[in-house]
């Protein structure tokens, strides 16, 4: 809805209701569970959770190979790269025209190189960090890709966040603070302590760089396609991965005693992590890079759950504990919509909601209107129920 009287810059966009808290939530006067708890909301947390599933997969699979001392990271990753070129690489190159992988190449083959080099770094760095550092360490650490994240998302993709998002995200960091607390308890502080120092760097290292690698992956999936962006992390991360391989693993691929239980575990390794690739960016998509790593806190509560079955584990009531908070902070986040500019308007004024609300302008200030779906369907002219992007723009 436009308004000609007055221009209300993107920054001080303000969610209006009758209480501070409804204000602080969405601005909606009448907010009901109902509203709040949506069929799209719960598709995120499931799909979120399935993310994390994946992850966990390979994290038991990794533990499992690390007791039968394989310990060969880029190898793993290298055919997981190798997977993806197989099928999204190929699927790229059968497109004609602007959209074919010769025209990729020849106008962006340098920012998807850059990409896929921050990618395979970011994984290599944080396995290597388990050699140096403790499990406790690495899981605190680990949270820095969340602030980071947000830091460049706000600056490079011009996302705005509301109050309630800072507090879900700090429940989420407690959740995980929990889950450690926990592990110290049972007394799992389990990973090497020769250079602390360089371990938690290195640490810190990976949550930049996977924050620089999401924030890339969420610009591509929604400004370009989930295909594209798979099909050059293939090309670029199997040669990357290919190259550092051969530099630094040659020795210990060689000594690998090839049976048949190395072979499931590895093949269950990359299905793993070949199914977190694909689906990760159509999540993405839906949500926010944001959302989706902190949904991830999760994984290594499944890890967890897994190694008191397969490792016994010792269990804590603190476990569930922190799934709940982790939980109710990722709910908390997508309660509300963040903004990001429209990529298909030029203009600064035009931003974007990712949740299930329609955002309208009311006497000058924007709140969300929680209508029925067919009012919604011809606000923002989708041919289905509005739970995806909405659009709303300002006039100067």
């Known amino acids: 809805m436009e308004r000609e009287e007055e221009y209300r810059p993107p920054d001080h966009v303000g969610l209006r209701g009758p209480g501070g808290w409804r204000a602080l939530v969405c601005g909606q006067r009448n907010l009901t569970l109902k509203d709040i708890f949506t069929c799209h909301l719960l598709k995120t947390v499931v799909l979120g959770q399935i993310l994390s599933m994946l992850i966990c997969g390979t994290a038991v699979t990794s533990q499992y190979l690390a007791e039968a ?36 190449l020849k106008s962006k083959w340098w920012k998807y190189l850059l990409m896929a080099l921050t990618d395979v770094e970011a994984n290599y760095t944080v396995v290597k960090a388990y050699q140096f550092t403790t499990l406790t360490s690495i899981q ?19 996302t705005r966040y509301r109050p309630l998002h800072f ?6 960091l407690l959740g ?28 810190l290292i990976s949550a930049a760089l996977y924050a620089v690698s999401n924030v890339c992956q969420e610009y591509t999936v929604k400004n370009l396609s989930r295909v594209e962006f798979l099909g050059m992390m293939g090309l670029f991360g199997t040669l990357i991965s290919g190259v550092q391989m051969a530099v630094l693993e040659v020795k210990a691929v060689s000594k690998i005693s090839w049976d048949w239980t190395i072979c499931l575990l590895f093949l269950a390794y990359v299905l793993c992590m070949y199914g977190l690739y694909s689906f990760m960016p159509v999540v993405v998509k839906m949500t926010s890079a944001t959302a989706v790593n902190l949904s991830l806190l999760t994984a290594d509560l499944f890890s967890l759950f897994c190694g008191i079955l397969l490792f016994h584990y010792k269990f804590s009531v603190l476990y569930i504990v922190s799934f709940v908070m982790i939980t109710i902070g990722f709910i908390l986040f997508n309660v509300i919509p963040t903004y990001t500019p429209d990529p298909h ?16 302008q009311e006497d000058g200030e924007t709140t969300l209107d929680w209508k029925q779906d067919g009012q919604q369907e011809e ?7 509005c739970t995806t992007v909405c659009t709303l723009k300002y006039m100067v």
């Not at 310990?71 to 790229?92: A, C, D, G």
């Not at 507090?167 to 989420?172: G, L, M, Q, T």
Request: glycine share 8%; charged share 15%.
């Open 69 to 104: 001392r394989v310990e060969t990271p880029m190898l793993q990753s290298f055919l997981n790269y190798t997977l993806l070129l197989l099928t999204y690489t190929t699927t790229l190159s059968l497109r004609k025209g602007q959209e074919s992988i010769f025209q990729i």
């Open 140 to 158: 605190l650490l680990d949270c820095f890709v969340i602030p980071v994240l947000m830091v460049l998302s706000w600056f490079f993709l011009k």
């Open 167 to 172: 507090i879900a995200v700090a429940v989420c």
């Open 176 to 203: 995980v603070g929990a889950m450690v607390g926990a592990d110290l308890l049972a007394g799992r502080d389990q990973g090497s302590s020769s250079d602390v120092l360089l371990g938690d760097g290195l640490v």
């Open 345 to 360: 308007d030029a203009t600064e004024s035009a931003y974007q909601s990712v949740a299930t609300a329609e955002v309208v």
């Open 379 to 385: 606000k923002c002219g989708h041919t289905e129920p």
